[in-house]
């Protein structure tokens, strides 16, 4: 049985010091080419906030919907709230009876809040912020998703 050779010392030749140099430099090489692709493979770009004006009033019916949310009126002043749900993306209906969020796809029902109530769906619906277009709110809304 060979004793294994010393990387550096006394027992050591020129050529284990190349080898061994080479193969380091062989990790460098594969190292700087693996980070720079695992960065680029785990890189999530981040959304841009989208800004949407409608040009309706909250005051006749108290809610507006929306092709992507629906805003509500409350005491605390506009919000808006997705209209897509959380379990499989199908776009919620609003029970104005019920005042609720109704997914026609399998059922889950959110709060005009967008908090889950039954169904499939897990999570609460995003809510998103709204501002008046003017002090008085007659010119409409800007939605920023
Ligand atoms: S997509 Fe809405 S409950 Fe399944």
């Not at 050529?15 to 080419?33: E, I, K, M, T």
């Not at 109530?117 to 008046?132: D, K, M, Q, S, Y």
Request: charged share 25%; glycine share 8%; with cysteine.
């Amino acid at each position: 049985m060979t004793e294994p050779k010393p990387i550096s010392g006394p027992g050591s030749t020129r050529r284990d010091f190349l080898q061994n140099g080479w193969r380091w430099l062989q990790y460098a090489v594969a190292a700087s080419l693996i980070y720079p692709l695992a960065r680029f493979l785990g890189y999530k770009v981040p959304r841009k906030p989208r800004t949407i004006e409608v040009h309706k009033s909250l005051r006749v019916t108290g809610f507006i919907v929306e092709h992507d949310f629906i805003i509500f009126a409350g005491p605390q002043g506009p919000w808006a709230v997705s209209r897509k749900c959380t379990h499989l993306g199908c776009r919620l209906n609003y029970r104005e009876n019920e005042k609720i969020l109704l997914c026609p796809c399998h059922q889950s029902r959110f709060t005009v809040e967008g908090k889950r109530l039954a169904g499939p769906a897990e999570r609460n619906l995003p809510t998103f912020a709204v501002t008046a277009l003017d002090a008085n709110e007659d010119k409409g809304y800007l939605v920023t998703m």
